[in-house]
């Protein structure tokens, strides 16, 4: 398996030639806003795309290179190798790391968003541009850090810009989304994607590989994740008891619940939860459209599979954030499912 570099080490951008272009177009211009939000679901790319943004601002908005996609810098350029080190004096990363109230969920945390405010207050060591990237924004401690990101929001520095990464951007603070240009990245197209897994997981069967793609949702992260994360195995095991729904087998669930909570990989049942949750909802969208419906939709109302749906999606994320009973996770899920 060949996975690809870190987001601010990855060198290849796929699939977002417009969302780059937008970028350097606006940076041209010169009427950058100050603070762009880059949306879309986990694992699509986004980081990728704002550090390659950044490291094109930091080398000097060098002219487009043929043949590569938008805001290319050589691997062998200076601010390319420095910002792939973390080490270049005009560049602050904020990402979420483990908490200090217990938990294993990672969040942003106030120490590091004030360090970036002390940052973005500084004067640019190198005469240029300085560029904040802030990942995973939706993952904040809510007390503190919001209005610590609000006042660069609100009073931007000269020559600074904001790259403000989030999977949720509904969940954000109106007052910060409202000061952000919104950059939406779309999903992969299957061929698109398949070229990539072909390249990361030359090691995968054909039937595999499109196993991934099915499930993925045009995320590289995410297909990647799948695959290291056991997922076409777990989705299996979604697929066998959403099709056995009209006769639950308790003594068949124990059995599952204990075979997913005993995996060697701790995030087994957020992933199973996951995956169980987007099941759900592709099931949903399909009946709702009037298409044909899985049989066990008939159980019960499409209201009442949407508070389930949002139910499963807390269950997964108090599991991993206090540590729950990983087996007892699983089997409320499942029982849930069983109750009509």
Same mark, same amino acid.
């Given at each position: 398996?060949?996975?690809p570099?870190e ?16 970028l350097?177009?606006a940076?041209?211009?010169?009427r ?5 939000l880059?949306?879309g ?6 980081a990728?795309?704002a ?7 930091l080398?000097g908005?060098?002219p487009?290179?043929?043949g590569e ?11 390319f190798?420095?910002?792939a080190a973390?080490?270049h004096a005009?560049?602050? $990363? ?16 106030a ?8 940052f973005?207050a ?6 240029g541009?300085?560029?904040l990237?802030?990942?995973g ?11 610590i ?8 520095p ?11 951007p509904?969940r954000?603070?109106?007052?910060i ?9 779309a999903?992969?197209?299957?061929p698109l ?9 030359p ?9 991934l793609?099915?499930i993925a949702?045009g995320c590289p992260?995410?297909?990647l994740l799948?695959?290291?994360?056991e997922?076409l ?19 068949r669930w124990?059995?599952l619940a204990e075979?997913i909570?005993g995996?060697?990989d701790?995030?087994a049942?957020?992933l ?11 099931a949903?969208r399909?009946?709702?459209r009037?298409?044909?419906a899985?049989p066990w939709i008939?159980g019960r109302?499409l209201?009442?599979?949407?508070v389930?749906w ?8 108090? $599991? ?10 699983v089997?409320?899920?499942?029982g849930?499912?069983a109750?009509?």
């Amino acid at each position: 398996m060949s996975p690809p570099p870190e987001p601010r080490a990855n060198p290849d951008l796929v699939g977002h030639d417009d969302a780059a272009r937008t970028l350097e177009e606006a940076a041209r211009s010169g009427r950058l806003h100050h603070a762009w939000l880059i949306a879309g679901p986990p694992g699509l790319g986004k980081a990728t795309l704002a550090y390659r943004f950044a490291r094109w601002l930091l080398a000097g908005l060098p002219p487009p290179i043929p043949g590569e996609p938008p805001l290319a810098v050589p691997e062998a350029a200076p601010a390319f190798r420095r910002v792939a080190a973390g080490a270049h004096a005009d560049l602050f $990363t904020l990402a979420p790391s483990l908490g200090d109230k217990g938990g294993k969920k990672e969040v942003l945390r106030a120490d590091e968003a004030r360090e970036a405010l002390r940052f973005m207050a500084m004067t640019a060591a190198e005469g240029g541009w300085r560029v904040l990237v802030v990942e995973g924004l939706e993952q904040v401690d809510r007390e503190v850090v919001p209005n610590i990101l609000l006042k660069t929001l609100e009073e931007p520095p000269p020559r600074t810009v904001q790259l403000l990464v989030t999977a949720a951007p509904d969940r954000l603070l109106p007052t910060i989304r409202s000061r952000c240009r919104r950059l939406d990245l779309a999903p992969l197209a299957d061929p698109l994607l398949d070229g990539l897994m072909a390249r990361w997981l030359p090691e995968l069967s054909g039937p595999d590989r499109a196993g991934l793609l099915r499930i993925a949702d045009g995320c590289p992260g995410r297909a990647l994740l799948l695959a290291e994360g056991e997922g076409l195995a777990l989705q299996g095991l979604v697929e066998e008891v959403l099709a056995g729904l009209a006769q639950p087998d308790p003594r068949r669930w124990h059995g599952l619940a204990e075979s997913i909570a005993g995996r060697r990989d701790a995030a087994a049942v957020t992933l199973f939860l996951t995956l169980l949750r987007r099941a759900l909802a592709a099931a949903l969208r399909q009946a709702g459209r009037g298409g044909a419906a899985a049989p066990w939709i008939a159980g019960r109302s499409l209201a009442d599979w949407s508070v389930l749906w949002d139910k499963l999606g807390r269950l997964a994320d108090e $599991t991993e954030r206090l540590n729950l009973d990983r087996k007892q996770a699983v089997l409320t899920g499942l029982g849930w499912l069983a109750a009509r």
